[in-house]
């Protein structure tokens, strides 16, 4: 009797959060409250288990998450015992950056990738977790597990360093840091189906349940707090809508749904037949647009 | 993760909805899947991004919208006149897409009912052998993919020579096209035949071809009916039924390299780390090498309770009857067969790094969770990759491959790579860029190493030095020809000698003049002359000497080289910083003219680099101090330093 699969995907993640903690200087876990997110904190949690895992979970807030991602966040920091960093980029609560007035691309640059960068310098960290996998989106289908970013944050995929078996080189020059993505061989189905085996708590707005919505540009978007300005003539509706990714909650489009439970969700997963990220509305750029962001330092 | 049932899990208590069990069911099927990792090799002719876009289009892998994005991608940028253009499914990266090939290793996921699958896209051309190697050395199973109107071709050898070195144990040879020859039976056997036998010649255990059309889907996953003639399995077929190597790792001894040693509390120890080989049960008796310690596993422990037994592929957490030293990088195995121990090795090299491979030079090997120094014995030979003839090199260039000897600075536990990966493979890494430089598959340990331990003195190093006095440490100056590096070493020894100190001034001519007069200029000789006279100043400072060395010593990683030697706080870089221009006025021995005229190769400066350092303990600038006020600086630096009472 072989190894599952998932047995095989989960102790390869260990084995690379293990490495990580014991080459790096001052490793951290980008924790975004998402599906991945919380496979990849719970993977930690039994990495070191029965030790709490020696490093902080870093939060890079957009302010602009659904309210329901802010309470699990604060329920699995009390649970894991592990240290929580929220970290807001100070200019954009100055300006207050907003995806309605500043549109998708600055919203998401200024609050994303400009904070992830603040707050890697601000605290020091030379190694950041993330949950990223190969099989989202072409560019990092090409990523290594260990992918190292020069002091300005930059990506050079044409400048990869091989990556062996089980073997990955930590060392870094003065200045460069490292993304870590354990998680780069699962799949969306391996994530759902290693939740459901393993019960990890997940973000409720992953099941569909009546929620008002408005249909924009193609996508439904959850009407979540008092801030989303309607436009003429959108007034929000109750649908039986669920998510499949979570971000900003204005730029994360719902899909109608009657999967009300884990099990019913990955019935319906496997069935699919569209991607996850066609719900991200970031990614709806150019070709390449995830590999132009990824150069600049986004994650 | 652990077996148990797990319960309903619901969303939002509305208790167990119809539909539910169904679904449970459904999941529990798809879990219970093994996975098959494997990679393809193959030129950009040969439809191998086609191959794979048609393996994940024909098991679904792709969805609605991805689908879209082809179709449109097909007709915008595609190569083949808007038809579905299958390989702008892998290549991502925008330079690969512009140029239409495929430069990095592109990882992708697919599933059948039983088995999930995970793709490495290698490339094929020569200069993209290192992320072959990368991509090749997680896989269970490599498709050699190739042209049937071009049959094997140079290419073709290479990649099978190199999956071979990889130990890979299924290869599968795929003669795509055969669309285009008219599915001829004739030209396949042809090509089977030519390939089994070179195959034998290789040694590769586990071989198979089959004959497709990527394009059509002939044999793919179906059955071909236009080439009724071929019997054997599909692509497919193939891949759901062979063996996982896994399973086989299974049956070796037991081998766990600790990564982490676990300590929450002053209660708790435990050593964290990947099984490579074998199992582990609690009570069995076990041995930690290189310590060869012994005891018995008490615990094995998981987030999700104590575990009776663990197999190669788990990530796991033990603990030990006997409280015993361990740490990272030391390795766990069965009492009753241990592993080899060694610290000197042939082995087979892959170079990956623009800079050459130089015998003489050391390099930091990583091998499981260990980290050592290895100095790199000359080339017996290196492949013609073409030919497979064993040529004699001086040194290897980039995605070269050769065998050599390897020596270490300690030992370690070791098995051959043919028989376990893990314990077997290691990577090279530079001590200045940091880079993965290098990638290697140890053979043996060579049997003279067990003669030649070190010997352990009875009057250590701190007694020599005590006797003299002093505290012995190493001032390494270094600067291009014409710094004025002798001139202020010898200030400097002067001023030592009338402190009562014990010097040694070891100096670039008088060295070349006797100890190394069969050593040039080429750099492989530089590397080598450095290395000697790093270890002359090793012998030197543990006779409880102060000495003083002065060569250019261009290098950086020599100079880390020389540096790593001693103990922390006995070397100290002076950097005699002085602008060529300025050297080159000076020139007092008439050697810059003569480089100039081309009398003298590899000169430093001129024709052959120097490396300035990054980080010398001491730098002198000679255009704004005299030899004297430089030479009483460094005196100067080493009372701060408490080197000089």
Redesign the interface.
Known sequence: M???????????S??IL??V??EAEKPVMLYSIGKDSSVMLHLA????????PPFPLLHVDTTWKFRDMYLMRERMAKESGMELIVYKNPEAVEKGINPFTHGSAVHTDVWKTQGLRQALDKYGFDAAFGGAR??E??????ERVFSFRTAQHRWD??N????????Y?A???RGESIRIFPL??W?E?DIW??L????VPIV?L????LRPVVERDGALIMVDDERMPLRPGETPMMKKVRFRTLGCYPLTGAVESEA?????V??EI?A????ER?GRIIDHDA??SM?AKKQEGYF | ?SATE???????Q?GV?P??A???A??RL??????LRFNTCGSVDDGKSTLIGRLLYDSKAL????LATLEA?SKKVGTRQGEMDYAL???????E?EQGIT???????F?TET??F?VADTPGHEQYT??M??GA??ADLSIILIDARKGILTQTRRHSVLVSLLGIRHVVLVVNKMDLVGYSQDVFAKIESEYRAFAAEHGMPDVRCIPISAVNGDNVITHSSAMPWYTGPTLMELLESVE?D??RVRDLPLRLPI??V???DHT?R?F???M?GGKIHKGQAVRVEPSGNTSRVARI????GDLDEA?A???I?ITLEDEIDIS?GDVIVAADSPAEVSDQFEATLVW?DEAALLPGRSY?M??G?KTVNATIAPLKYKLDMNTMQHLAAPKLDLNEIGVCNLELDREIPFDPYAVN??TG???L?DRI????VG?GMLHFALRRASNVHWQALDVNKAERATAKGQRPCVLWFTGLSGAGKSTIANLVEKKLHSLKRHTYLLDGDNVRHGLNKDLGFSEADRVENMRRIAEVAKLMVDAGLIVITSFISPFRNERAMARSLVADGEFIEIFVDTPMSVAEERDPKGLYGKARRGEVKNFTGIDSPYEPPENPELRLDTTAASPEHAAESVVAYLRERGLLA
């Open positions: 072989s190894l599952s699969h998932l047995q095989r995907l989960e102790a390869e260990i084995h293990r490495e903690v014991a949690r039994k990495a070191f288990y029965p030790a709490v190969r099989d989106e072409k560019s990092r289908a090409k995929p044409k990869q360093r091989p990556e062996l078996w089980r073997l080189n060392r870094k020059r780069s061989n799949t189905l189906q290693y459901y085996l393993e019960k409720p992953y099941y569909s349940a009300e439970t884990l099990a019913e990955i019935h496997a699919a037949r569209t991607s066609e070709p390449s590999e | 993760m797990p319960d309903k899990v619901t969303a939002n509305t909805r539909g539910e169904a679904a449970d459904g999941i798809r879990v219970a899947k093994s996975l969805f609605d919208d991805q991608d499914l892998l290549d991502g990266l925008s330079a897409r430069i990095d290793v592109s990882y992708r996921f599933s088995r999930n995970i290192r992320n190697v990368t050395s997680t996982i896994e399973t990564q982490w676990n300590r929450p708790f435990g964290a780390g990947t490579v422990v998981t987030f999700d197999v592929g788990q990530s957490t990272r990956m930091l990583k091998i969770s990966r893990d493979g290691f990577i890494i860029s940091n880079d993965t990638a």
